[in-house]
């Protein structure tokens, strides 16, 4: 029965995954692991791994050291970017501290509450479509046991989404190629910094500086508005920053 209602949780958060662009693999093996969900996400730059634990405890139990160190070495030996580990209960203090240090991403009870919510609200099809389309796959939202629909969001990346407006899904798709988007970044940063040095007289050194400063917060900003997954935001923002950063540098040396 248990192995059921973990087998439930790895589909569901298999499922997030795929729709968020991962290429998955449930119950990957390696030489000395077998790791839950193993997603790759193909970019321009090359491909992505990240390595998911799915852990269905008890709503008191926490989650320790060995579960974080295990997924540690799955990652090393898939030489994947990413260890996220979600669970339907909670983590000790010392694996909250561990993951901080290590840039591994922790869900939780709440987290997880979350993302089944915000996924609920994303598949509601009306009554109308869903007569257009009867032989549609239906997707099963993973539900955690007891009143978890009554549990205060968590605070962090899923909940300061709400805030967020949506933008035009053309210009949507296109911030969210990686290509285009290092363009962007190179383009916008280039022109504002000129701008403002034309405007202000600012000598040739700060406005490099600042063309850099402007690229490091739209290399950020925009999947932060554009992605839905926390980890594609670090990730996808860190490669557009340093490769923005490598064609500013060449442009203003030449």
């Known amino acids: 029965m248990e192995e059921l209602k973990k ?15 991962f290429k998955v693999y449930k ?8 790791v839950d969900i193993y997603g790759i996400l193909p970019t321009a ?18 989650v320790g050291m060995d579960v974080l160190k295990e997924m540690e070495m799955a990652a090393k030996t898939l030489k994947a970017s990413k260890v996220v580990i979600v669970t339907t209960s909670d983590f000790s203090s010392q694996a909250r501290n561990y993951a901080v240090k290590r840039n591994m991403k922790l869900i939780d009870r709440k987290g997880l509450i979350r993302i089944a919510e915000d996924f609920s609200k994303k598949i ?7 007569e257009e389309y009867p032989d549609e796959e239906e997707v099963e939202v993973y539900t955690p046991p007891s009143n978890i629909f009554h549990t205060a969001p968590q605070r962090g990346v899923l909940s300061r989404r709400e805030s967020r407006k949506p933008l035009a899904p053309v210009i949507r798709g296109l911030m969210q190629n990686t290509i285009i988007l290092i363009l962007t970044v190179v383009a916008v940063s280039f022109i504002i910094a000129t701008l403002l040095q034309l405007a202000a007289g600012l000598g040739t050194s700060l406005t ?3 063309k850099l400063m402007i690229a490091a917060a739209l290399s950020y900003g925009i999947p932060y508005l554009v992605e839905e997954d926390g980890a594609v935001i670090m990730i996808k923002g860190t490669i557009v920053f340093f490769s923005s950063l490598l064609l500013l540098v060449i442009l203003i040396l030449i």
């Open 45 to 62: 730059l090359g491909d992505i791994g990240v390595v998911v634990a799915c852990k269905n405890y008890d709503e008191n139990w926490k």
């Open 7 to 21: 087998q439930k949780l790895v589909d569901f958060i298999a499922k997030v995954m795929e729709d968020s662009g």
């Open 27 to 34: 119950d990957f093996r390696t030489s000395q692991h077998i």
């Open 208 to 210: 490099g500086v600042l």
């Open 124 to 130: 509601q099809v009306p009554e109308d479509e869903d």
